[in-house]
């Protein structure tokens, strides 16, 4: 198999998405390429259990990409392995009335992880540099002071808003949150093919929706913004992976790849015996024994 670090897919300098492949040729066989991602599994549930016992870091991994890219399937197949206890995935849909109350960020920050365990935002708060640049309209339904048209939706309206998700990463990478962010980078040809299997596999029509079709007139909109997005805010603390989505094997692949070669960069370690028991285990195991 293809040999592939994390700094394959890192984006550490300016980007052009339309100059970035959506399917890389890993050299392998769909078998190989689960099995492959199977023992990848297993060493992160180790790396898991080690960095939950060592509760000194915990992890936030976010998700972005086109509908269909394959974010579902994705946390699935790579989080299987994984303590149940240990991972907590969140799905940011529209924001309810109750989280309309708050600022945009609230709702994410409430739903990071604790130390010891991983979170996966399934759409994340890029949404709110996304979806509303998309959609400048949504931005009404926040309420915000001196923003009373869309005409008051400035380009320093963007910035401040880039700014402040900035802001927030380092604050919580400081604070011992390890982030990986991914944008799963998926083909509009690819796209059409998934959205009409969804309308040809009965099992699969449930996932379908006529908004899909209206959201698919916007795709130059959403890549712009996806650029600008990846560009703005891969920073050492907190890098974004661009990973080629038109494969959703290789795609998972690679996403649990780079997670265990970015997690591999600390030392973990269980906590040591206090010295008082360590010197008496012997004694311990002994009263356990004798109790048949």
Known sequence: MKSLKSEDFKVSETIKLSEISTFINVETSEKKKEKQLQKIREKLSKVQDKMYAHNKYSVLICLQGMDTAGKDSLIREVFKEFNARGVVVNSFKTPSSNELEHDYLWRHY???????????????????????????????????????????????????????????????????????????????????????????????????????????LLWDDYQNCYEEILNKTSKEHAPWFIVPADNKETARYIVAKTMLDELNKYEFHYPELDQEVKDNIKMYHDKLSSEK
Not at 123 to 148: A, D, F, G, Q, S
Not at 164 to 179: L, Q, V, W, Y
Not at 191 to 209: M, P, Y
């Open 110 to 216: 409430i739903a990071l992880p604790e130390k010891g365990k991983f979170s996966v935002f399934n759409r994340t708060h890029y949404e709110n540099v996304l979806i509303t640049k998309v959609h400048p309209n949504y931005i009404m339904n926040e309420n915000i002071p001196e923003i009373e048209n869309i005409e008051d939706i400035t380009e320093e309206f963007w910035e401040n808003r880039f700014e402040s998700i900035n802001a927030f990463e380092k604050h919580i990478a400081t604070n011992g949150i390890i982030i990986m962010k991914f944008f799963l980078h998926l083909s509009k040809e690819e796209q059409r093919q998934r959205l009409l299997r969804r309308l040809e596999k009965e099992k699969h029509n449930w996932k379908f929706s006529p908004d899909d079709l209206k959201e698919r």
